[in-house]
């Protein structure tokens, strides 16, 4: 079992949906959730950072973790064909020097 | 965020063949971490490269196969070593823990 599982998709939403995307993970260690957007022939670029459970918002933008059920979620609201893209999540146990595990990602298409 | 540099982009190189990656930083940061991405697959830390010793290389990656250079707080470079076709990846520089973990856009690199 990989630690952090994630759909691949590809997920095909119209323009102004809201999106879901969501990973889970098996290592309880976990304290730190990242989700990262990556473009075609681009690096991944950080969208939220986030630390423990709850919520966390930012522009049309919420992630949300819940530690007891080890899943976390991406909620993209009012899509955009811009949006579209690879979604990654990541984690780690620590803020420190500890590697990231990341999931396989997840191919958005948003349509016009 | 800080702005990372990465050189070259792509490149097509004869097996048996090294490359050498360069990752340059607009800022000093702490730590430095050299990623493998490869087709559908999640992204894999190969080492992280410290400033003034050796890099720290993960399971399965070997100073050998994969030597890092880190002079300074804002410059490294990963060479990859007598290449094979396995190698064809997606290589990403990473920066960290300052403005979250930052990634350089990757070298695309196809071994024939």
């Known amino acids: 079992q990989k630690e952090v599982e994630q759909d691949p998709g590809p997920l095909s939403v119209p323009e102004g949906a809201i999106v879901s995307l969501n990973c889970t993970y098996s290592?309880?260690?976990?304290?730190?959730f990242m989700w990262y957007r990556q473009y075609s022939r681009k690096g991944p670029e950080l969208l939220m950072y986030?630390?423990?459970?709850g919520n966390k918002e930012d522009g049309r933008f919420t992630a949300q973790v819940d530690k007891s059920s080890k899943y976390i979620s991406l909620f993209i609201r009012d899509s955009q064909p811009s949006d579209s893209a690879t979604y990654l999540c990541?984690?780690?146990?620590?803020?420190?020097?500890?590697?990231?595990?990341f999931g396989t990602g997840t191919r958005l298409l948003v349509s016009p | 965020s800080a702005v990372i540099s990465q050189k070259p982009s792509r490149d097509i190189c004869q097996r048996g063949t090294s490359l050498t990656i360069q990752c340059q930083v607009d800022?000093?940061?702490?730590?430095m971490f050299w990623y493998r991405q490869q087709p559908g697959q999640s992204l894999t830390l190969i080492a992280t490269?410290?400033?003034?010793?050796?890099?720290?290389?993960e399971s399965g990656f070997v100073i050998d196969k994969f030597p890092i250079s880190r002079p300074n707080l804002t410059f490294s470079t990963l060479t990859v070593s007598n290449m094979s076709p396995e190698d064809s990846s997606i290589y990403l520089c990473?920066?960290?823990?300052?403005?979250?973990?930052?990634f350089g856009s990757g070298t695309r690199l196809t071994v024939v």
């Open positions: 990473s920066v960290g823990p300052e403005y979250g973990y930052t």
């Open positions: 290592n309880s260690a976990f304290q730190y």
């Open positions: 986030t630390y423990s459970s």
């Open positions: 990541a984690m780690s146990a620590t803020t420190g020097f500890q590697k990231l595990v």
């Open positions: 800022s000093q940061v702490t730590m």
């Open positions: 490269a410290n400033q003034g010793s050796e890099a720290t290389y």
